[in-house]
């Protein structure tokens, strides 16, 4: 069974930084595509990043092509979102998910509750 924990959130300022960790425990991480997604209240969980289980590709939403990377450390059994140049409306609950099934280029268009794992979720608030 893996497990997936976030850490990283916090306050920012538009047009700042932040990085996003995601660290699983758990034998088979190597062979579970990963990603994030963004919560706001309200609103539907909506996709932000994958990547594959080989960490040979990955994917993003519109609106964060250009701004954030996705990347996948085996080895740690983490996966990272660096995010730059934020603006107040990447605010949100920000959560790992992880999926054996489903391919990482599939997760854009697939509803987030067919994700197998999550994790409990980090808060991102950029100010204006």
């Known amino acids: 069974q893996v497990q997936l924990v976030e850490s990283g959130g916090g306050l920012v300022q538009s047009r700042g930084s932040l990085r996003l960790s995601c660290a699983a425990s758990?034998?088979?991480?190597?062979?579970?595509?990963m990603g994030w997604f963004r919560q706001v209240p309200g609103k539907e969980r909506e996709f932000v990043a994958t990547?594959?289980?080989?960490?040979?590709?990955?994917y993003y939403a519109d609106s964060a092509k250009g701004r954030f990377t996705i990347s996948k450390d085996n080895a740690k059994n983490t996966v990272y979102l660096q995010m730059n140049s934020l603006k107040p409306e990447d605010t949100g609950v920000y959560y790992c998910?992880?999926?054996?099934?489903?391919?990482?280029?599939?997760?854009?268009?697939?509803?987030?509750?067919?994700?197998?794992?999550w994790g409990q979720g980090t808060l991102v608030t950029v100010s204006s």
């Open positions: 998910a992880a999926s054996r099934i489903h391919v990482a280029s599939s997760w854009s268009n697939l509803p987030y509750r067919y994700l197998e794992l």
């Open positions: 990547v594959s289980w080989s960490a040979d590709n990955t």
């Open positions: 758990g034998r088979t991480f190597s062979s579970y595509s």
